[in-house]
């Protein structure tokens, strides 16, 4: 990328730190690309192509951001980009866009050196090079996999994701007694218990949302008023949970509620993979598909 100065890399990334700032909890990085497009004039060779496929512009972003995570400004997990405490301060100190690049540089070139000898070469360009082209691989594919996933659970029919529910469940060693059918359900979408005739408690209750919103506190409420005294509450949802809504469920004394978000949900789904039988495999088939990952 020869017709890109430090002094433009750092104009991209402060533009893409601009954009963060407004969300504590980060947004998925397609969008603050996009957005970067809209708000900062890019010039033909930024919007073009590179040779090996992809925008000119999207490369360099996540290129120079590798740089801002090992500096401890940037949290990159599952295609969302997140400011840290550390990355506000950053951008607040060092408005000069090369000056701030150079210091996100200089930070990973520190965390760089920190590292053991035997799992690092010696550092030249080159090989620093390497280790970026490496690491935005490897960000892209885990990128790409998880929306396709979110995608399709976000996609699924509602009453076949309570089934997936149940058999992640089953597959945990819960003995599911009742899948709400069609219609009507009360707020509860499942019933469980930890033994196979449902003697002992206590009584699991699930609660199950296709959603792409956070789940509010009064939803979690109303879900909790139908929790017994010997009842434990599992609310699953596609989407997340507010902070009043986690605040509320970690708080509580008397009711015993667990909650599940999107993220949370895959990586039990995962994890109770091989304990699925055939059929409810095929409800989220997955296959591990095995990179170089990049030293973290």
């Known amino acids: ?12 990334v402060r533009k893409i730190f601009e954009i963060l700032l407004p ?38 972003v996540r290129f120079a951001t590798v740089d801002c995570t090992k500096a401890g400004w940037m949290i990159k997990h599952k295609g969302t980009w997140t400011l840290t405490d ?8 060092y408005s000069d866009p090369e000056v701030f690049y150079k210091q996100a540089v200089r930070l990973y070139n520190e ?15 080159g090989e620093n090079e390497e280790e970026k082209i490496a690491s935005i691989t490897f960000e892209a594919a885990e990128e790409q996999s998880w929306s396709e996933i979110e995608q399709y659970l976000r996609g699924m029919n509602p009453y076949d994701f309570q089934k997936l529910v149940a058999s992640l469940l089953r597959a ?35 609660q199950v949302k296709r959603v792409q919103t956070n789940i509010p506190v009064d939803g979690l409420r109303s879900f909790m008023a139908l929790l017994g005294d010997d009842d434990v509450g599992l609310f699953v949802t596609t989407g997340g949970f507010t902070k009043d809504a986690q605040d ?10 667990t909650l599940i978000d999107l993220e949370r949900l895959v990586d039990l789904w995962i994890e109770y993979y091989p304990k699925l039988d055939e059929n409810a495999r095929r409800r989220l088939p ?10 973290t």
């Open 248 to 257: 509320e469920a970690r708080t509580q004394e008397k009711r015993k509620i």
């Open 86 to 93: 550390e990355g506000r301060r950053a951008f607040e100190a």
């Open 23 to 60: 969300f504590p909890d980060g947004i998925l990085a397609r969008e603050a690309l996009a957005q970067l497009k809209t708000r900062l004039p890019l010039s033909d060779h930024e919007l073009g192509n590179n040779p090996s496929g992809g925008v000119r512009y999207h490369t360099i």
């Open 172 to 206: 945990m060693g819960y003995h599911v007694s009742w899948i709400s059918p069609p219609g009507k359900d009360g707020g509860i979408d499942i019933l469980a218990w930890t033994d196979p005739l449902g003697t002992r408690p206590p009584r699991i209750k699930v």
């Open 1 to 12: 990328m020869p017709e890109v100065t430090r002094r433009r890399t750092g104009e991209l």
């Open 111 to 125: 965390w760089r050196a920190s590292q053991p000898d035997e799992e690092l070469p010696s550092g030249t360009e």
């Open 286 to 295: 997955l296959q591990p598909i095995y990179f170089l990952a990049p030293i």
